[in-house]
């Protein structure tokens, strides 16, 4: 950069800058192709933020599509009464927090000899339960995020 804000001072300060041009038009091309450089660069970002998302999506959506009757039976419990205190000891339980579809809200204790501990579900699957209840089963109850 200081190419660029030496082509500037020249341009504003000199009056005779004619035997500098040489030099100012080499500062705007690196400032160009440094400013080029920083949006190529956001603009990849951006994509593999959005390809992880997507990879991530699909994979809960297969992993939702392939619950045990254990997991769709706790998944059922949490939707009846939204907010539960599940031993995270139990398999199902445990494979749920595992695969980040149940998120353990805190831990109240350390020694906890019950392993109870809040719970709720990822946002992104509970959209996707809320438009595919036939996940759970048909006795599902209605599910809504409220902003219908």
């Given at each position: 950069?200081?190419?660029?804000?030496?082509?500037?001072?020249?341009?504003?300060?000199?009056?005779?800058?004619?035997?500098?041009?040489?030099?100012?038009?080499?500062?705007?091309?690196?400032?160009?192709?440094?400013?080029?450089?920083?949006?190529?660069?956001?603009?990849?970002?951006?994509?593999?933020?959005?390809?992880?998302?997507?990879?991530?999506?699909?994979?809960?959506?297969?992993?939702?599509?392939?619950?045990t009757p254990k997991e769709k039976e706790?998944?059922?419990?949490?939707?009846?009464?939204?907010?539960?205190?599940l031993n995270i000891s139990e398999p199902?339980?445990?494979?749920?927090?595992?695969?980040?579809i149940l998120v353990v809200l805190f831990?109240?204790?350390?020694?906890?000899?019950?392993?109870?501990?809040?719970?709720?579900?990822?946002?992104?699957?509970?959209?996707?339960?809320?438009?595919?209840?036939?996940?759970?089963?048909?006795?599902?109850?209605?599910?809504?995020?409220?902003?219908?």
């Amino acid at each position: 950069m200081p190419f660029f804000i030496s082509a500037w001072a020249v341009f504003f300060f000199y009056r005779d800058w004619a035997p500098y041009q040489s030099y100012m038009k080499f500062g705007y091309i690196i400032a160009a192709i440094c400013i080029l450089g920083q949006l190529l660069t956001w603009v990849c970002a951006c994509v593999v933020a959005w390809a992880v998302k997507d990879q991530e999506r699909r994979r809960m959506i297969k992993r939702l599509q392939g619950l045990t009757p254990k997991e769709k039976e706790v998944l059922r419990k949490y939707s009846e009464e939204r907010a539960l205190d599940l031993n995270i000891s139990e398999p199902a339980v445990a494979r749920l927090v595992y695969d980040k579809i149940l998120v353990v809200l805190f831990q109240t204790e350390l020694n906890n000899p019950f392993f109870l501990y809040p719970v709720s579900v990822d946002s992104d699957v509970w959209e996707y339960l809320d438009k595919h209840r036939e996940v759970l089963g048909s006795d599902l109850p209605v599910i809504s995020l409220g902003d219908d």
